[in-house]
């Protein structure tokens, strides 16, 4: 456990304003004022709600990554949880508010079933579990078309509600502010969890298991269940991101939700931005997706994608502990 | 009928050994997850139809060059391998994923993302033998791919470079020990990779639809086959072959078309969590 605990003052984990902490809290200034600074641009707010939404899903991925296991798998949980609110929401007509968490729990319900398939395995094999395992729920949905309508997806997915908060009135069906703020909070919410859950008993015990298995077992660590426990919140994240992704979009399709994309995606923001690292992650996203859509998207219409790929190579040859994990050596 | 289903599936089945060979090779002698076989087959493939298409040059010609492409491909994944460090296995995966989203944005750009198909009338003619219904791709398919098999066993158990890849698949250390060349082994094992995608693709162009994405679920087979078989037997890609093809026919005569994806996948779980080493080995990889 000493080892540990130094371990995480060498990261950062200290007390009082570091450099750190003085850069975390300038960026979220930096992405609250966001609306403003781009003076409402509907593009550029788009494209940042978006890149904000791929930041929950690296830090959702790295709620499981912490523990050192690599999931391909999380389009899996994606897609039942955009599934699971956008039925629920268009057939049983439930409020949105209600919807998304159930999503949550139903990701979560089947990061369970994986995880008891995958609990013995480590590594290479796990990584190959997960990604057979999205063919099982793409299938499944593509072909129960009573439920799912198959195929051709689902149209027309209710949008976030409107709120009232006194005489302020919240539109989030027009305004592309509301929806972004409405991102950011989750955003916010998210970033808070998964600072707390990397500082808590389950992260250290999450950081043994993957420093050492055996010795973490050896002083009392209940390996696999703090490795399920991890999965399960990963799962439910996952789902709510799914969800919000429904009614952000309002269209879904088996092939889209649960595809390779989605499984890809927060794999490579959290390999690129430090896997052991908080905010590594949130940030690839938020520099790698913009890059993407304001300069290779425009330059190389088909075929943009292939920057994820690179970049993903660059970083496991020459920066294996992230770029924002690299940083935080150098300066410590 | 099920004379017919089971004749396809064997014949598809030999097919998917021809696929896994190349990704079993590699990974026996390498300990290298090469997530991106399939798009290398796609890609293959893609070579073949664009000589057939554009150049209008001979089917069997294009076999050559697409060797030759992926020839260089490997040896350059080789190199990007080699300079992996701890833990192989898994950081193997993670850079050939991203290899298989360059390649497949790669094949995007180049040949767009419509469905191509190098179309053999010859292939589509029926024949029947008894009751046994053929198409002769499925023939085709079947020869090729015993004939490619049998030429490796040959290479693998008859020579005495087989000797010393076998060895180096069976135990890196002690074959570096009794002198063989590990390093040189694992780049053999490329091109030898290179070779059986080279024949495997334009073979794949021919009977299935070619399109960027859909290297994934060659991959996913090529695995299956391979954690199937266990490391380095033969034998036991043969029987993982022959399973998943007859599995897959099944499926699709029984459920339909649409579920035949699920097999190889459901497959690779079942066999994750109660054989992870392959049925046929019983030691840790």
Redesign the interface.
Known sequence: MINIKTKNSRHGFNKGLTPDKVSLLMGLFLLLLLPLLVRQNNYILQVFTHALLLATLALAWNILGLSGS?S?GHAAFFGSGAYASALLSLDLGLSLWITIPLAGFTAAGLGFIMGL??M??R???F???T??????P???T??WDQVTRGSLGLVGLPGFPSLNLGTWHIDFYSSFTASYYLVFIYFLLLLGLVGFIFRSNLGLALQAIREEEIASQAVGIHADSFRLFSMLLSAFFTGVSGACYAHLVRYINPGLVFG?HFS?IP??FA?CGGRFTIIGPALAALIIYPLDQFIFHPL?P?????L??????FA??FM?AGFWGSIQRKTN | MWTTVLVSGISIGSFYILIALGFALIFGVTRYFNLAHGELVVLAGYVAYWLWDVYALSFVLTFPVAILVLFLICLGLKRLFARLTEPLELNSIVLSFGMAIVIQNSMLFLFSGNYRLIRIPFLNKNFHFHEVYMSYGQLTLLLLSLIVIFLLYILMYRTYLGKALRATIQDKEAAALAGINVTIMGTFAFCLGAVLIGLAGPLYGCTHYLYPSTGHEVTLLAITITIFAGVGRLSGIILAGWILGLAESFTVILCGSSWREMVTALLLLILLAFKPYGILGNREP
């Open positions: 690599i391909l398939i995958c013995r395995l590594g290479a094999y990584a190959l579990a990604l057979a395992f999205i063919e099982i793409r299938v499944i593509d072909n390779l890809a794999m490579i390999i190389i088909t075929g943009h994608e292939f994820y790929g690179a970049v993903l190579i496991v040859l294996p």
